[in-house]
């Protein structure tokens, strides 16, 4: 379970200071499809990268699984992120030099994963990839390579997946596919996932949507698991 206290987030901006999330509580259960929506500037990637631990709050506590990460050292943060969550950006992030296959593999071999090759070909093999394991990402399409950046997100089996915008880049036919693959990760791997999304008729594709204006939720909408199938 994901929980926000009172976590906010202001930063200086010339000879003042600018909100960007002001104080909220929130809660995510464990296993669910939760989608944070909103307009641009609205705070959405600021809250995202505050569950992530990637950013610290102004104020409050953000507590995973009955962590406070936000009073663990750097090292410890950096630990619990490796182990705990996965996470998958709007420009994929991919090494260009490196197959789809090796960007999959390198985060296993650096955390002395036994088998990574192996695991490797499996979670390829889990976004519908195995064909194309030894293109580069420049020979991927965009769904192709948002694709690839979910398996390497995957690669430490986390119990929390957050997603920046994964469709951004992409085009509303694939991008529904990544949506699904995502809600696919989910339902097969018990997965919480967290995605950010400026798209409404993607975001209807959650179990959990919070509206995010100006830095404060305005609505919080939950569906049951039955009307997303």
Do not use: C
Request: net charge negative; no cysteine; glycine share 10%.
């Amino acid at each position: 379970m994901i929980e926000l206290q009172g976590i906010s987030k202001t930063v200086p901006s010339g000879d003042a200071s600018l909100t960007i999330v002001h104080p909220l509580d929130l809660r995510i259960d464990a296993g669910r499809v939760v989608a944070i929506t909103g307009p641009s500037g609205s705070g959405k990637s600021t809250l995202l990268g505050l569950i992530a631990g990637l950013d610290a709050p102004s104020t409050g506590r953000v507590v995973i699984d009955g962590t406070d990460i936000t009073a663990l050292s750097e090292d410890a943060l950096a630990r619990f992120r490796g182990a705990r969550i996965g996470f998958v950006f709007q420009f994929f992030h991919l090494l260009p030099s490196l197959t789809a296959w090796e960007n999959v593999r390198v985060p296993l071999e650096i955390a002395g994963v036994s088998g990574a090759s192996a695991r490797a070909d499996a979670l390829l093999d889990e976004v519908g990839l195995s064909p194309r394991r030894h293109h580069y990402p420049s020979q991927l399409s965009g769904g192709e390579q948002q694709r690839v950046a979910i398996a390497r997100a995957l690669a430490n089996d986390p119990p929390i997946l957050l997603a920046d915008e994964p469709t951004g880049n992409l085009d509303s036919a694939t991008g529904r596919q990544v949506i699904d693959r995502l809600i696919d990760v989910n339902r097969r791997r018990g997965t919480t996932v967290v995605l950010v999304t400026h798209d409404a008729e993607l975001a209807a594709l959650a179990e959990v949507t919070v509206a995010l204006r100006d830095g404060r939720i305005v609505s919080e909408t939950a569906v049951s698991r039955a009307a997303t199938s």
